[in-house]
């Protein structure tokens, strides 16, 4: 924890033990509850859907208090205001809201192109940091947040929700307590319900930028190009600012996998991605579909694919297999639960969480909670960076058309210049970073 942050919660604690020895009841109540002053940078859909949250968390716990919402987009800042915290200040710029010393946290959901650079100058400023997925746009990227959330100190938690969903937690404690016997392969299918139609992938036509909208701020680090709305929403179908279906909805499903094989401070071995990319001048540019597979310690084979009907995680050992997505957790390890349940000396992976709620709910009652305490997040930096980079590689062997070898201690891929070459990219000035 950052000592601005540890300086402000030892004072409450402080002031609670005062008031406590005064007799003063409701005071203890209002010191230990004092909600986190939290800044929202980036009011798109997933922004409004967070500030709903907050709100939430606010009104039922008194945890976190919206009072800045930042876009370069003015007339969503202003929705996500009207909509979530009357009250709130706007901005354009976020480094307005890392200099305010009232904020102790920041929720970060930007598109993904912008994720580093905002979390690393929110550690700097001594602010802690819940930050959308994919965490990184590359895996150099990743390096650099992991290096300085270790320097900082600071809480980040990453907005992997599926992490804070029981049946998630269920399956990965059922895989790595041994109820599967040894593990085989995994099957990832990824949804692609929001998949634009084939005949609308470009080329798209220029047009004016909205009178509201800081063009140049919103592309930041990304190769300058004039404006056109599918670049801005929706964002996910171009390299340039995301990684398409592999780090949005494979940066969910392959963490839980990560989570279940025990490899969240590694990755895989040897990755081989099979994609047909599009080519369309000022058009969509990630896969409309394809078809990964991974290797990790030990033998076990991910496959990740697209899929128009299915959408979750396949595990299978030599002694069962099991199912799990958002709305369902089945398979006979899953029954014999009820007559043989994990003994009380089992890994567990719940992090001590005890909450009710939506799992973004949940996870962000586990953000706040980590601010008081100091804990590690449940989603921490270093775990998510890892299954960050493992979208990011799957991505590099399907632009490349071939496979390619990794080395998670060296963090390299071996004996590959051209693949290397692509674990970072160039940033446009001045927006480096």
Same mark, same amino acid.
């Given at each position: 924890?950052?000592q601005?942050?540890?300086?402000? +919660? $030892?004072? %409450?604690?402080? *002031?609670a =033990?005062?008031?406590v020895?005064?007799?003063?009841? /409701?005071? #203890?109540?209002?010191a230990t509850?004092?909600?986190? +002053? $939290?800044? %929202?940078i980036? *009011?798109? =859909?997933r922004?409004r859907q967070?500030?709903?949250? /907050?709100? #939430?968390?606010r009104l ?5 208090? $919206? ?14 205001r ?16 890392l ?8 929720v ?10 905002i ?7 001594g ?7 994919p965490?990184?746009?590359t ?22 929700q ?15 307590n041994g ?26 036509a220029?047009?004016?930028?909205p ?6 701020l919103w592309?930041?680090?990304a ?14 179908w171009?390299f ?8 949005d909805w494979g ?12 490899v969240e401070d ?23 579909q ?37 709305g369902?957790?089945t398979?006979e390890?899953?029954e ?44 921490d930096?270093?775990?998510q960076h ?10 590099i062997?399907?632009?490349?058309g071939?496979p390619?070898?990794w ?27």
């Amino acid at each position: 924890m950052t000592q601005k942050l540890l300086n402000r +919660r $030892l004072f %409450l604690k402080t *002031a609670a =033990g005062s008031a406590v020895a005064a007799g003063a009841g /409701a005071g #203890w109540f209002s010191a230990t509850r004092d909600p986190i +002053r $939290l800044g %929202l940078i980036g *009011a798109g =859909g997933r922004g409004r859907q967070l500030a709903r949250e /907050a709100r #939430w968390t606010r009104l039922h716990r008194r945890c976190g208090e $919206l009072v800045a919402v930042c876009d370069v987009h003015r007339r969503r800042a202003q929705q996500v205001r009207d909509a979530a915290c009357s009250q709130a200040t706007l901005h354009e710029h976020y480094q307005e809201v890392l200099d305010r010393g009232d904020i102790e946290a920041v929720v970060v959901a930007t598109p993904d192109h912008w994720h580093t650079a905002i979390t690393l100058a929110a550690l700097r400023a001594g602010k802690a940091v819940y930050c959308e997925k994919p965490l990184t746009l590359t895996v150099a990227e990743g390096r650099s947040l992991v290096a300085a959330a270790a320097k900082t100190g600071g809480v980040v938690q990453v907005g992997t929700q599926q992490r804070s969903d029981w049946r998630f937690r269920t399956a990965c404690e059922l895989v790595r307590n041994g109820r599967l016997g040894a593990m085989r392969r995994v099957e990832v299918t990824l949804p692609t319900g929001s998949l634009p139609a084939a005949s609308g992938g470009g080329p798209f036509a220029i047009s004016p930028v909205p009178g509201d909208l800081n063009w140049d701020l919103w592309l930041g680090q990304a190769p300058w190009v004039e404006f056109c709305k599918q670049r801005y929403d929706p964002f996910r179908w171009w390299f340039e600012y995301s990684g398409g279906f592999m780090t949005d909805w494979g940066a969910h499903h392959l963490d839980i996998v990560h989570r279940a094989l025990g490899v969240e401070d590694s990755g895989p071995l040897h990755i081989d991605g099979r994609a047909e990319l599009p080519d369309v001048p000022n058009g969509y540019n990630t896969p409309r579909q394809f078809d990964v597979n991974l290797k990790y310690a030990g033998g076990v084979e991910v496959r990740v694919r697209l899929s128009e009907t299915e959408n979750g995680i396949l595990f299978e050992g030599d002694e069962g297999r099991i199912f799990v997505n958002r709305g369902r957790l089945t398979g006979e390890p899953v029954e014999r639960l009820a007559r043989n349940p994990l003994p009380a000396d089992s890994l567990r992976l719940d992090n001590d969480t005890r909450y009710w709620g939506t799992a973004t709910y949940i996870h962000l009652l586990e953000f706040f909670d980590c601010i008081r305490s100091a804990k590690r997040p449940m989603s921490d930096v270093a775990s998510q960076h890892r299954t960050a980079t493992a979208c990011h590689l799957a991505n590099i062997s399907m632009r490349l058309g071939r496979p390619i070898r990794w080395d998670p201690a060296s963090e390299q891929c071996l004996d590959d210049a051209e693949a290397n070459g692509l674990l970072g990219r160039p940033q446009r000035t001045p927006y480096r970073f």
